[in-house]
């Protein structure tokens, strides 16, 4: 593990744009209208969450953390709603009973997508006031990824002696 | 690293939401707990009185047949320890290699089905089967499913009719089959009757397919003979586990049986 990772500092509420404020909400609230569309076929919202990441992605860091941090929190999500469509067509199909299994796991995809309803729209609020918010796990990898210093851009060119 | 610790995190609560949900008891479950025991043993007497009305149904009177049968009742329930029903094992005069479960605990079986065991633990192995069915209340649940409780509670003459054909003929599903095998085998081994038996009864059934056809009718709707053989050949009895033969003449029972199709 690296410790002298070093990171871009974070902007204050101050200076971040409206503009800014408003895409970074947009990365928010545009998954509920891909989630609802993608809902027969729940690999569709991933693919908008992707696609407007590229559109913002060199709009400023914080558009960037904001649709990051909207699209990891999507894939767990999109992934329990997916196996539950893949199950269920299953059960339909090969006339298996309910099992125990399928009723627990129903109630993990009804949980997971009340969590991530309820806290994008959170997230989505925060953004549009020019703050950061930091979901468990996802908030972090979003983070690192679009505040770390990444080499490519402190290191200039420097000499040095031949390790001896 | 906290991403881990978060990762980890997120994890267990879903698994917890996972496991708390499957403690949420189903629709047929309460509709289960609706019908008492009671009122299924009810049904079940009355539908054994409305089956023997049936011209085409013989039951065998036979008293060797009877403490056989008796005798293989015993060892299991003996096994099972505490139950809620009155089991009975009609044994009926047909060809066909067949077993099934009535409401109540009245077990079936075919003259048929004994004619093919080739000792009496087999045959404790398909009626250990069918109580696995009617402890998981598999019988009473078909019937709600396919005639509707408030409809079966009615108990006219009609409807018996229904519930008799219905009791007879359609099939468990796969879940409530291996639950029944699972339970049958947990049974046998209990009973000290080793569970090999269910195996090596289902593989002559397998081989006389061919020959057989039309008698295994009832028996193919107990799909993938081919996985409950294999379960029953891997499962693990007990170090402390030893065989008692159940002592009857298997022979003379057998030709009591043959005799009577003359
Ligand atoms: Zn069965």
């Known amino acids: 593990m690296n410790n002298d990772v070093s990171y871009h500092s974070l902007p204050q509420p101050n200076e971040v744009s409206l503009r800014e404020r408003e895409d970074a909400m947009g990365a928010y609230l545009m998954m509920f209208a891909a989630l609802a569309a993608g809902l027969p076929l729940p690999i569709i919202n991933l693919i908008a969450a992707i696609v407007y990441l590229y559109v913002n992605k060199s709009k400023s860091r914080f558009v960037y953390y904001h649709s990051l941090h909207s699209l990891y929190a999507q894939i767990p999500v999109t992934l329990f709603n997916a196996g539950l469509v893949i199950w269920g067509i299953r059960l339909f199909f090969t006339d298996l009973a309910i099992t125990d299994n399928f009723k627990g796991y129903v109630g993990v995809v009804i949980v997971a997508n009340l969590v991530y309803f309820i806290f994008s729209i959170i997230a989505a609020v925060k953004a549009r006031k020019g703050l950061m918010y930091y979901f468990v796990l996802f908030g972090k990898i979003a983070y690192q990824q679009a505040y770390m210093v990444k080499n490519e851009d402190t290191q200039a060119p420097v000499n040095r002696p031949p390790k001896m | ?262």
Request: no cysteine; aromatic share 8%; hydrophobic share 45%.
């Open chain 2, 1 to 262: 690293m906290r991403i881990l610790r978060d990762f980890l995190i997120l994890i267990a609560s879903a698994a917890l939401i996972w496991y708390l949900f499957t403690l949420i008891p189903s629709s047929k479950e309460n509709t289960l707990s609706k019908l008492k025991i009671a009122q299924e043993e009810q049904l079940g007497d009355k539908l054994m009185k409305e089956i023997q009305k049936d011209p085409d149904f013989k039951l065998i009177e036979n008293a060797t047949l009877d403490s056989a049968l008796y005798t293989i009742q015993q060892r299991l329930l003996h096994a099972m320890g505490t139950t809620e029903y009155e089991y009975r094992i009609y044994p009926f005069d047909n060809e066909m290699v067949n077993a099934f479960a009535m409401p109540g605990g009245n077990i079936l079986v075919s003259s048929g089905l004994i004619q093919l065991a080739e000792k009496p633990e087999e045959l404790a192995a398909v009626i250990a089967h069918e109580m696995g069915h009617v402890e998981n209340r598999h019988v009473i649940y078909k019937l709600i499913k396919e005639i509707g409780l408030s409809i079966l509670l009615t108990g006219d003459q009609m409807v018996l009719g229904e519930v008799s054909r219905v009791a007879g003929s359609s099939a468990f599903d796969r879940r409530q089959e291996a639950k029944a095998d699972e339970f049958a085998l947990a049974l046998l081994e209990d009973a000290h009757i080793h569970p090999i038996v269910m195996a090596s009864f289902f593989r002559r059934l397998s081989d006389e397919v061919g020959s057989y056809n039309e008698k295994m009718q009832v028996f193919m709707t107990h799909p993938h003979n081919n996985a409950r053989i294999k379960a029953a050949l891997e499962y693990k009895t007990d170090s402390s586990f030893s065989a008692e033969p159940i002592e009857l003449d298997w022979t003379q029972i057998k030709m009591a049986v043959s005799h009577l199709a003359e």
